[in-house]
Structures are given as structure tokens and as C-alpha cells.
């Protein structure tokens, strides 16, 4: 799974006017387009999660599905065969 460079956490220095004192803050902020480009990586890997749960929920109901025909019909019909089909 590749990793997202996330992007740096601000922490200002009040006491130098948050440029920590040397003049480069490029190790500080991060642009906008990094910002949205990772917005848009996050995004991407919310669908791609989602359609997954999709997947597995459109999955578990074919397997309920099965089990019910499988299990439940049967033993209905047992029953039905028991008390009315019995004498």
C-alpha cells in the first residue's frame, strides 16, 4: 500500500514571528497544491474503500441468501410435510 506524504504539522513560534527565527519556512507549510493534491489522494482512497465495502456487503448478501434456500427451505418444507402430510 504506498504511503501519502503527509503534509507538515504547523507549530508557530510566537516569539520570532513563526518563521523560527532563520527566514525559510519551506520546511513549515505546505502550498496549496501539495494540500489539495493530497486532498485528492485521500478522496481516491475513500472510494476505492468504499467500493470494497460495497463489494463485500453485495457478497454477504448472496451468502445469506444461499444459506437461507440452503437451510431454512428445507426445514420449512419438513414442517409443512409433518403436520399436514402426516397421518
Do not use: C, Q
Not at 29 to 39: A, C, D, M
Not at 50 to 63: E, G
Amino acid at each position: 500500500m504506498a504511503e501519502l506524504k503527509n503534509p507538515k504539522v504547523v507549530h508557530p513560534d510566537f516569539t520570532s514571528n513563526g518563521s523560527g527565527g532563520n527566514g525559510n519556512m519551506d520546511d513549515k507549510y505546505v502550498s496549496r497544491r501539495e494540500f489539495e493534491s493530497t486532498v485528492k489522494n485521500l478522496d481516491r482512497r475513500f472510494d476505492e474503500t468504499n467500493s470494497r465495502i460495497d463489494r463485500l456487503t453485495t457478497a454477504l448478501y448472496w451468502l445469506a441468501g444461499i444459506v437461507f434456500t440452503g437451510i431454512i427451505v428445507p426445514l420449512l418444507m419438513l414442517m409443512i410435510k409433518a403436520l399436514f402430510l402426516s397421518k
